[in-house]
């Protein structure tokens, strides 16, 4: 199985703050990543689809880069309404594996 | 608009099973695949499975193999999962989503107690 190292487990950022989010692939991956939004009490929200596209009706706030086996979700200038946990996927091989999920909290 | 409706919370007890739907609409169903997540109170998101509404061609989580089981119905654009055996490990919330990972379902919360 294709593990996904998700880091950090959780954050505390400031409105206005840069943020950054991380996933490593065990194994090649490609661009078969997506990045979710889940808040509480609420279903996952698509963001970022084939490692650097924005999901339909998503901030250009929010994009997603990749370095080798290495997946970042950024948050240009944090919003309150960001606040959330973040997860990504792999999609290339089954299972299909998630990240452990970043907490995202106001500092 | 698409939209995937999911059945409502089901409380069950240890040992019995259960089965939860996941209405389509808004697109054609046989065209994306369906898939299974769970989430544990607190928890992270954990594949299940998927199903290929299109024939009914299925894969699972090696650990769902026994537990899970995904079928859909082309008449209705209904997929549905059913979990056998239940304990407190499955004491979860459940959620259909298509393939292109776009569209989730609001989820089932399904709760196994005595």
């Known amino acids: 199985d294709i593990q996904m190292t998700q880091s950090p487990s959780s954050m505390s950022a400031s409105l206005g703050d840069r943020v950054t989010i991380t996933c490593r692939a065990s194994?090649?991956?490609?661009?078969?990543l997506s990045w979710f939004q889940q808040k509480p009490g609420k279903s996952p929200r698509r963001m970022i689809y084939?490692?650097?596209n924005l999901a339909a009706g998503v901030p250009s706030r929010f994009s997603g880069s990749r370095s080798g086996s290495d997946y970042s979700l950024t948050i240009s200038s944090l919003e309150s309404e960001d606040m959330a946990i973040y997860y990504c996927?792999?999609?290339?091989?089954?299972?299909?594996?998630f990240g452990g999920g970043t907490k995202l909290e106001l500092k | 608009e698409v939209l995937l409706q999911q059945s409502g919370a089901e409380l069950v007890r240890p040992g019995s099973s259960v089965k939860i739907s996941c209405k389509a609409s808004?697109?054609?169903?046989?065209?994306?695949?369906m898939h299974w997540v769970k989430q544990r109170p607190e928890q992270g998101l954990v594949w299940i499975g998927r199903?290929?509404?299109?024939?009914?061609?299925?894969v699972y989580a090696e650990k769902f193999k026994s537990k899970a089981t995904l079928t859909a119905d082309k008449s209705s654009n209904t997929a549905y999962m059913q979990l056998s055996s239940l304990t407190s490990e499955d004491t979860a919330t459940y959620f259909c989503?298509?393939?292109?990972?776009?569209?989730w379902g609001q989820g089932v919360m399904v709760t196994v107690s005595s």
């Open positions: 808004g697109y054609t169903f046989t065209d994306y695949y």
């Open positions: 199903i290929n509404p299109a024939n009914g061609n299925t």
């Open positions: 989503t298509r393939s292109s990972w776009d569209y």
């Open positions: 996927l792999q999609s290339i091989q089954y299972p299909r594996t």
């Open positions: 084939g490692a650097t």
């Open positions: 194994q090649d991956i490609g661009n078969y």
